[in-house]
């Protein structure tokens, strides 16, 4: 028989559908083609092929016809990730190894010229599915330990071609290895904390807040105040990834072009900080072949996007959807990808175009028609979707130079440990952190008193608030209550949250009365 079946996994956003790679060798005019949508890189990879198995001394049948037919046919595949699967193939039909074992496995790996296997992009997706269907994956020794983080999955590995085919056909000397699932670290390197802030109480305040319940964050405040110091400090309070929050980090980072280290990446919550000149496909994904973007790879992390207003407009507004639905859907005319997207966003602007409205030393010099086109590059139901609003202002000089350590805050060790408290509470109580909580769990988890509810009311009406934004006020302060071990919402509280609307309550950011220029 000359007909022989492989099976291996393509990409495909989030998902590695299963690819059959079918093989035919029949007699006609010599040559081999690849079949089934195949990109540039998946054509080029007969010449690997080819090269592999001579070069690691098997016998390439280039007197016969050979098809490969890469099934389902439409299905795009792309990358070296098939090389593996095809070069079995070949020998499989050819007679060299064994067909009948190679229904248990699953290959992945792309070829040198020598026969070495090379690492290739997407493993997570690949070892979660292949686990589901039963099959042990066989991959190059350089995805082992990304593999292994899957520890109930039948994985293994190989340095070479010739280590997959002696140990299919049980040679002696030839075997693969099952990588072991190992957490050491060698980036030494330490996140920056808390207690490096000098003043900001309030600041400090919204950022454990923000942490506990997972809320949205905008700080406005002049140049130079802290804002990105702050946001910087935020994923040393987070709480620690769980064990699934970790594998869907990893498996995200593991299609990006920048691949993914366990040694270095494993359960950290990612960060991304892309710059205000990106454009909306870099910060929600795209291309022919959808990839991840910003708000994507920042999923169970932080997004911070600093000087807020110099991002386009409409690559602002893609933020929408996916603060509330923490998902992102690319629909392209052949296909659509659905990646995760629930990020914690911190962003941060500064008050006018100047940065200085409000600062006691009046230099700014911005007239209120100005101020207004700063603030409008805003839109009102992005600033609806934020939970806190919070002021930043100057230190004062006093404060950063004292030499007195007294002057530092709490650490995020001992910040954490209280947001680690509040967070737990909430998982207790309802199964998600408080920013998640639907309508009907506000009703449930978020009672008020009648003196809170008549303080909720002025407030709606006074600020003209929407229903959305009264959400998250009551998010917030349930919030605030878990963060004191309180099982009802007080009045302060409530208050609380209410002042950290800055935004609704005074379009200057709080900056006190502005005196236009003139």
Known sequence: MTLATVFSRAQCGLDAPLVSVEVHLANGLPSLSIVGLPEAAVKESKDRVRAALVNS???????????????????PKDGGRFDLAIALGILAASGQVPRDKLAAYELLGELSLGGELRPVRGVLPAVLQARDAGRALILPEANGAEAALVRDAACLTAPHLLSVCGALTGHDGHSLQQPAFTLQRHDATPSPDLAEVRGQAQARRALEVAAAGGHSLLMIGPPGSGKSMLAARLPGILPPLTEPEALEVAAIASISPQ??????????????????????????????????????????????????????????????????????TISRAARQAEFPARFQLVAAMNPCPCGWLGDPSGRCRCTAEQV????????????????????VGRVPQSALLAPDPAQNGETSASVRARVCAARERQLARAGKPNHRLEPRELERDCKLDGESRRLLLQ????????????????????????????????????????????????GRAGQGPHKPNG
């Open 57 to 75: 001394g098997f016998e390439f049948p280039s007197d016969r016809r050979i098809t490969v037919n890469l099934a389902p046919a439409d299905l």
């Open 459 to 506: 407030a709606l009406e006074r600020l003209r608030l929407s229903a959305r934004a009264s959400h998250r006020i009551l998010r917030v302060a349930r919030t605030l209550a878990d963060l004191e071990g309180c099982d009802a919402i007080a009045q302060r509280h409530l208050a609380e949250a209410i002042g950290y609307r800055v935004l609704d309550r005074d």
């Open 372 to 391: 207004q086109r700063y603030r409008a590059r805003i839109s009102g139901p992005l600033l609806d979707r934020i939970d806190l609003h919070v002021q």
């Open 259 to 328: 691949g993914f280290d366990p040694a270095r990446h494993w359960g950290r919550r990612p960060v991304r900080a892309p710059h205000h000149t990106a454009s909306g496909i870099a910060l929600v994904g795209g291309g022919s072949l959808p990839r991840p973007g910003e708000i994507t790879l920042a999923h169970h992390g932080v997004l911070f996007l600093d000087e807020l207003p110099e991002f386009s407009r409409a690559v602002l507004e893609v933020l929408r959807e996916p603060l509330e639905t923490g998902r992102i």
